[in-house]
């Protein structure tokens, strides 16, 4: 049965002390620069996938969200509380969101980069009995995913342990998948949309973009964020042009 698109984050903006500020790191970022400026950005339901050059702050954004949503850095679901490295931006203590009138069933931040240290979390957590009568490994799938290739690993995640009506924020999950996995991970994004799930993805896939009925947000390099249509998402366009012309490509850049 189709669920109602779920909508549990409703909008994402900066203090309004912290908005004002334009120097040093993150505030400097170009997509927290356009926050500051924006006053904000408005989440639809279903998938919001945000893209851009590298550099520009679209993974600090979802890294800050998370936080700010009461997600452990490294990732995981609420409940994890682990810490191996600080990497993270301050950003998420610097962000207000405006959550909607329904609460998530469940949740979970994937941080493609940290997911390693989420992994042995979990191996962790079950042989303490943190899995509360059962084992974990049973929601991501049943094997633990340091016996599984990455990519994999990142799959069991999306079909064993994501479900109805949850709440998901994806760093980059195509980081450890094929164009084969892409496919399945736009697959099942589609279900868990249909289930009344929220996703809020940075991304560099044009496989994942073609996600139907998905927003997409692209952040310039002056930090402008606006709404895009596939066909004009930097991802797609910089993909086709170079599938379509390889060799012109290569040349430019090889012989530059």
């Not at 500051?36 to 590298?54: D, H, K, M, Q, Y």
């Not at 094997?143 to 109805?164: C, I, K, M, T």
């Not at 195509?174 to 929220?198: D, F, K, N, T």
């Not at 490509?249 to 012989?255: A, H, I, K, W």
């Amino acid at each position: 049965m189709t669920r109602p698109p779920g909508r549990f984050i409703r909008q994402f903006r900066l203090d309004a002390v912290d908005a004002s500020r334009t120097g040093g790191y993150p505030f400097a970022l170009p997509a927290v620069a356009g926050l500051a400026r924006s006053g904000g950005v408005v989440l639809g339901p279903g998938v919001t996938f945000l893209v851009g050059e590298n550099g520009t702050g679209k993974s600090t954004l979802v890294e800050a969200v998370a936080v700010a949503a009461g997600f452990n850095p490294e990732g995981g679901s609420r409940n994890f509380r682990f810490a191996t490295r600080a990497s993270e931006s301050p950003l998420g203590e610097h962000l207000r969101l405006t959550w909607g009138v329904h609460k998530p069933r469940t949740e979970f931040f994937l941080r493609a980069e940290s997911y390693y240290n989420v992994a042995s979390e979990i191996e962790r957590l079950d042989r303490e009995g943190g899995g509360f009568g059962r084992p974990l490994l049973d929601s991501y799938g049943g094997v633990s995913p340091h016996e599984r290739s990455h990519g994999e690993s990142f799959l069991d995640l999306a079909v064993n342990r994501f479900g109805p009506e949850g709440l998901y924020l994806l760093d980059e999950p195509e980081a450890a998948l094929s164009v084969r996995g892409c496919l399945a991970l736009l697959s099942r994004m589609h279900e868990l949309v249909a289930q009344g799930s929220q996703l809020l993805v940075a991304t560099h896939s044009p496989v994942l973009l073609a996600l139907p009925g998905a927003t997409i947000l692209e952040i310039g390099d002056d930090g402008s964020i606006e709404r895009v249509d596939f066909d004009q998402a930097l991802p797609v366009r910089l993909t086709r042009e170079f599938l379509a012309a390889p060799d012109r490509f290569l040349r430019s850049l090889l012989e530059s």
